[in-house]
């Protein structure tokens, strides 16, 4: 998170781009970590059992992608959006796969992401919609 807050810290006065690329790689080691963590628990060096860190990692991982979207829409930040917007997908359909894969039959499982699936592209327009009427689209 750390390569994220860089561009808060120093001012790019010769290389305007270079903000948006430390956000933008950032957020992807921050999501990618997040998300080897909450697959892979055992990694991690927290003194818990392995499935409390996993469920722990993917809480982390839903909520923070949420919170980077919204930070993305304030500020206008249309790769950050996207970019956290794909971490909240991958986040909630592994969630998704461990709550209901063994239990549910699988043609229901598919049927639910796809009207999942559905939903989330009708919110993303809007919000995409939204970031338009508001300029941050260029």
């Known amino acids: 998170m ?6 808060f810290a120093i001012e790019h ?3 305007s781009d ?5 956000r933008l790689v950032g957020a992807i080691v921050f999501f990618v970590s997040a998300l080897s963590l909450a697959e892979w628990g055992v990694s991690s ?11 722990l990692y993917e809480f982390v991982g ?4 949420a919170g980077v979207i919204w930070l993305g829409i304030a500020r206008h930040w249309n790769g950050v959006v996207n970019t956290a917007a794909t971490a909240f997908v991958i986040f909630l359909l592994t969630r998704l796969y461990h709550w209901w894969w063994d239990w549910m039959p699988k043609y229901l499982f598919f049927a639910v992401i796809g009207a999942l699936g559905i939903a ?9 919609g939204r970031m338009a009427q ?5």
């Open 2 to 7: 750390s390569v994220f807050c860089i561009p």
């Open 13 to 15: 006065r010769r290389h």
């Open 18 to 22: 270079f903000p948006a690329v430390y």
């Open 45 to 55: 060096y927290l003194p818990f059992r392995h499935q409390n860190i996993e469920r």
């Open 62 to 65: 839903l909520f923070t992608s």
């Open 120 to 128: 989330l592209v009708l919110t993303f327009k809007r919000l995409r």
């Open 134 to 138: 508001s300029g941050a689209l260029a």
